[in-house]
């Protein structure tokens, strides 16, 4: 053998080694691979199948034309949607989102009365249904955008209150709707939380009602309540076929306690000063409040029937007016400690006609109510007495009102209530006399 062929013999092998090497590291790189696309294959599948089950999940409401989209369709979420909302009954059923952002609370409220009553010696002895309310409030968008809606259903449904409250700041809170005017006191006060059967001939002489219109209220540090407002002057669910327009306000003063603004009461305030009668002894400090209210109707002419304003339009026909200013002026003053409670109000309304020849008439009224419990939080012993003069165009004729009443409170809170009242009503004005005994069970949830 040549020497050059022994000396090429270890080259042909050193290149088959590192062909060798050159051919395992080539299989190892394939395997890596393989192995890494098998991962990522397996993340494709994943992601695919999270994305299926988002499909599954949500459900996509159909879009409008194209000429009709005005914005991106919305998404709602089918799946477990009962863990973004509560639900429960606190003095009311209420459903509620975890963000506060959107609130409603229902209630049904009703009064079921029996009387008896002598008017010019014809007697009517009768059941009603006195009222049935279903009410809804909450807030919406914003946890200060608050809204309350009552209905009256006894009879034909009838809307009573509607409106929206912007409590941002609760000092001065804009309100918009129909509701009772900030006038008188006991017209504020709820029908529902009265120490006898109904209000007193006081305030359906000089009570205004509810009205559709715009206002401010709000709690000012812890001394000020105040209500002012613009409405309509034809009442309830109506609008004016005139411009008679109807200006109030009302300032209460409460110089022993705090009060709260509330977006559930036509006059804006709760907590212990909430317009609601009698005293459950729940605080030591005796709570004292005095208002004073004005309202002004100028160039009044009556063109409809509605309750709201009844009284008003007689008094105006009775004096052969067809348009008049009309004023109005009420103060009050409310006490109540421990076991007891006080409450005086006096009205005046004074109308002058607009035509020559007729003179003006200023009406005034006083009531003075009082009430104790003989078993505290169950049984109340109450009592009213009122007295209104209609003025000289009326020859100054008289009406009063002689009201005593029991009342038994089932449940802390006036839900569940039996009242018994006897009035007693001499009118002058129509000389005659009223004897009235009445039953009620009031049941609220």
Same mark, same amino acid.
């Given at each position: 053998?040549?020497? $050059? *062929?022994?000396?090429?013999?270890? *080259?042909?092998?050193?290149?088959?080694?590192?062909?060798?090497?050159?051919?395992?590291?080539?299989?190892?790189?394939?395997?890596?691979?393989?192995?890494?696309?098998?991962?990522?294959?397996?993340?494709?599948?994943?992601?695919?199948?999270? &994305?299926?089950?988002?499909?599954?999940?949500?459900?996509?409401?159909?879009?409008?034309? =194209?000429?009709?989209?005005?914005?991106?369709?919305?998404?709602?979420?089918?799946?477990? @949607? @009962?863990?973004?909302?509560?639900?429960?009954?606190?003095?009311?059923?209420?459903?509620?989102?975890?963000?506060?952002?959107?609130?409603?609370? #229902?209630?049904?409220?009703?009064? %079921?009365?029996?009387?008896?009553?002598?008017?010019?010696?014809?007697?009517?002895?009768?059941?009603?249904?006195?009222?049935?309310?279903?009410?809804?409030?909450?807030?919406?968008?914003?946890? @200060?955008?608050?809204?309350?809606?009552?209905?009256?259903?006894?009879?034909?449904?009838?809307?009573?209150?509607?409106?929206?409250?912007?409590?941002?700041?609760?000092?001065?809170? =804009?309100?918009?709707?129909?509701?009772?005017?900030? #006038?008188?006191?006991?017209?504020?006060?709820?029908?529902?939380? /009265?120490?006898?059967?109904?209000?007193?001939?006081?305030?359906?002489?000089?009570?205004?009602?509810?009205?559709?219109?715009?206002? /401010?209220?709000?709690?000012?540090?812890?001394?000020?309540?105040?209500?002012?407002?613009?409405?309509?002057?034809?009442?309830?669910?109506?609008?004016?076929?005139?411009? $008679?327009?109807?200006?109030?306000?009302?300032?209460?003063? *409460?110089?022993?306690?705090? =009060?709260?603004?509330? +977006?559930?009461?036509? %006059? =804006?305030?709760?907590?212990?000063?909430?317009? &609601?009668?009698? &005293?459950? !002894?729940?605080?030591? *400090?005796?709570?004292?409040?005095?208002?004073?209210?004005?309202?002004?109707?100028?160039?009044?002419?009556?063109? $409809?029937?509605?309750?709201?304003?009844?009284?008003?339009?007689?008094?105006?026909?009775?004096?052969? +007016?067809?348009?008049?200013?009309? #004023?109005?002026?009420?103060?009050?003053? &409310?006490?109540?400690?421990?076991?007891?409670?006080?409450?005086?109000?006096?009205?005046?309304?004074?109308?002058?006609?607009?035509?020559?020849?007729?003179?003006?008439?200023?009406?005034?009224?006083?009531?003075?109510?009082? !009430?104790?419990? /003989?078993?505290?939080?169950?049984?109340?012993?109450?009592?009213?007495?009122?007295?209104?003069?209609?003025?000289?165009?009326?020859?100054?004729?008289?009406?009063?009102?002689?009201?005593? !009443?029991?009342?038994?409170?089932?449940?802390?809170?006036?839900?569940?209530?039996?009242?018994?009242?006897?009035?007693?009503?001499?009118?002058?004005?129509?000389?005659?006399?009223?004897?009235?005994?009445?039953?009620?069970?009031?049941?609220?949830?």
């Amino acid at each position: 053998m040549s020497s $050059n *062929t022994y000396a090429q013999n270890p *080259t042909e092998a050193e290149r088959s080694k590192e062909i060798e090497k050159l051919k395992t590291e080539i299989q190892k790189i394939k395997e890596e691979q393989q192995k890494q696309i098998e991962e990522l294959q397996k993340r494709i599948e994943e992601l695919e199948a999270e &994305s299926k089950r988002d499909k599954e999940k949500e459900y996509v409401e159909p879009s409008k034309p =194209p000429m009709e989209v005005e914005e991106a369709p919305a998404k709602t979420y089918v799946i477990e @949607w @009962w863990k973004n909302i509560e639900v429960g009954y606190s003095n009311g059923f209420f459903i509620r989102t975890q963000d506060d952002l959107f609130s409603l609370k #229902f209630n049904i409220r009703s009064q %079921f009365l029996f009387f008896v009553e002598d008017e010019g010696g014809d007697t009517a002895t009768s059941f009603d249904i006195r009222r049935l309310w279903i009410s809804f409030r909450g807030n919406a968008f914003r946890t @200060w955008f608050k809204y309350l809606l009552i209905l009256e259903a006894s009879g034909d449904v009838e809307l009573l209150d509607y409106f929206t409250d912007a409590a941002k700041f609760t000092d001065v809170v =804009p309100r918009a709707g129909q509701y009772r005017v900030p #006038f008188n006191r006991e017209e504020l006060t709820d029908p529902f939380n /009265l120490q006898l059967v109904d209000n007193s001939i006081l305030n359906r002489e000089f009570s205004l009602g509810r009205h559709i219109g715009i206002g /401010l209220g709000g709690v000012v540090n812890r001394f000020i309540t105040y209500g002012v407002g613009v409405f309509n002057s034809a009442g309830r669910n109506s609008i004016n076929e005139n411009s $008679n327009l109807l200006y109030v306000g009302r300032v209460m003063f *409460t110089p022993t306690g705090e =009060p709260r603004y509330s +977006s559930i009461n036509p %006059f =804006p305030v709760s907590g212990e000063y909430e317009y &609601s009668q009698g &005293s459950f !002894g729940d605080t030591e *400090t005796p709570l004292i409040a005095i208002s004073a209210a004005v309202a002004f109707l100028p160039g009044y002419k009556p063109v $409809n029937d509605s309750p709201d304003n009844a009284v008003i339009n007689s008094r105006v026909a009775s004096l052969g +007016s067809e348009k008049s200013d009309i #004023f109005q002026f009420s103060a009050d003053i &409310s006490v109540k400690y421990l076991i007891f409670s006080l409450e005086a109000e006096y009205d005046l309304r004074n109308i002058d006609p607009e035509e020559t020849g007729l003179g003006s008439d200023l009406s005034q009224g006083l009531r003075i109510q009082s !009430g104790v419990f /003989l078993i505290p939080k169950f049984i109340e012993v109450a009592g009213r007495f009122v007295i209104i003069n209609l003025g000289d165009e009326f020859s100054n004729d008289k009406i009063r009102e002689i009201t005593p !009443g029991l009342s038994f409170y089932f449940i802390r809170n006036r839900n569940l209530k039996l009242q018994f009242d006897y009035s007693f009503i001499r009118d002058e004005f129509i000389n005659d006399d009223i004897n009235r005994v009445r039953a009620q069970l009031t049941v609220s949830f």
